[in-house]
């Protein structure tokens, strides 16, 4: 089993920024894709970023150029730096891990308002 701990979420104006963060803990051989997905209101859970063990990152094209994902492969600890938010940014952001099996976090509400 792998445990994922989210933190970082929280009430942001339009154009600020927050920072997501992952920790993985338990029965962890390889975590082969450390990512974020997120879920809005009504609408189905979408990938907004993943990184590989070797670095390699994937952005969903509404984020791309305001998101950074990054990672610590001796921490197991992947972030989501968040810039330049919008309020279409508003959603539960969900961490999840990749290691032959599939893991998802608890998620963080991250809410994008004036």
């Known amino acids: 089993q792998v445990q994922l701990v989210e933190s970082g979420g929280g009430l942001v104006q339009p154009g600020g920024s927050l920072r997501l963060s992952c920790a993985a803990s338990?029965?962890?051989?390889?975590?082969?894709?450390m990512g974020w997905y997120r879920q809005a209101p009504g609408k189905q859970r979408e990938l907004v970023a993943c990184i590989y063990a070797g670095g390699s990152t994937n952005y969903a094209d509404s984020v791309k150029g305001r998101f950074t994902i990054s990672r610590d492969n001796a921490k197991n600890t992947v972030w989501l730096q968040m810039n330049s938010l919008k309020p279409e940014d508003t959603a539960v952001y969900y961490c999840?891990?990749?290691?032959?099996?599939?893991?998802w976090g608890q998620g963080t509400q991250v809410t994008v308002s004036s």
């Open positions: 999840n891990v990749y290691t032959g099996v599939v893991y």
């Open positions: 338990g029965s962890l051989s390889r975590l082969y894709i």
